[in-house]
């Protein structure tokens, strides 16, 4: 069992940038693939970003290349979502998940655990 809690969320204006938090408790962190889901209002979750159990690979749906950085500390049981150059469209609420299994997209976009999310609005 894996709790997770988000954090850094926030109003901010179009170009800004946030770094959202995710904490992890529970057993054997370093052995999930981390990720990140967004929601926007209407609109289904979709994937967003994801890292392996160690760091080295990660993952990007196109809509978040180039702008979102994920990393993760596992000494810390933390997991980051660096958000830069945002756009009104990135307004959503923005979930922390974690997957057991291979390092596959299946993996990715279907995790074990999800947190409660944490609110990011762009203001134009």
């Known amino acids: 069992q894996v709790q997770l809690v988000e954090s850094g969320g926030g109003l901010v204006q179009t170009g800004g940038s946030l770094r959202l938090s995710c904490a992890a408790s529970g057993r054997a962190f370093s052995t999930y693939i981390m990720g990140w889901f967004r929601q926007a209002p209407g609109k289904e979750r979709e994937f967003v970003a994801a890292?392996?159990?160690?760091?080295?690979?990660?993952y990007y749906a196109d809509s978040a290349k180039g702008r979102f950085t994920i990393s993760r500390d596992n000494a810390k049981n933390m997991v980051y979502l660096q958000v830069n150059s945002l756009k009104p469209e990135d307004t959503a609420v923005y979930y922390c998940?974690?997957?057991?299994?291979?390092?596959?997209?299946?993996?990715?976009?279907?995790?074990?655990?999800r947190g409660q999310g944490t609110q990011v609005t762009v203001s134009s």
């Open positions: 998940a974690a997957s057991s299994g291979m390092w596959t997209r299946s993996r990715m976009y279907n995790p074990d655990y």
């Open positions: 890292i392996n159990r160690n760091g080295g690979m990660t």
